[in-house]
């Protein structure tokens, strides 16, 4: 590993796939795409751009991937009422 190289965290291959982390983490359980080079607990995860360029390969060869996780909807707050 060069040490110029960059590092991709989880939110920033989620925010380049279109998809959720929770999704990423499916996909690295279930094999479609390679585990982090650096992990230190389970919140620090980084990739190097030589394992995402090999994730990127493995997804093109299998051309179904496992289903994503689905989005929590977000709501929004209600606005409160004034009682006068």
Do not use: N
């Amino acid at each position: 590993m060069d040490a110029l190289e960059p590092l991709y965290t989880r939110v920033d291959l989620a925010r380049y796939f279109g998809i959720e982390t929770d999704t990423l983490d499916a996909w690295v359980r279930s094999g479609y795409f390679p585990p982090a080079d650096i992990k230190h607990g389970h919140r620090y995860s980084r990739w190097t751009a030589a394992r995402v360029r090999e994730g990127v390969a493995i997804m093109v060869k299998q051309s179904t991937p496992p289903p994503a996780k689905r989005t929590r909807k977000r709501t929004q707050a209600r606005p409160r009422s004034r009682k006068t």
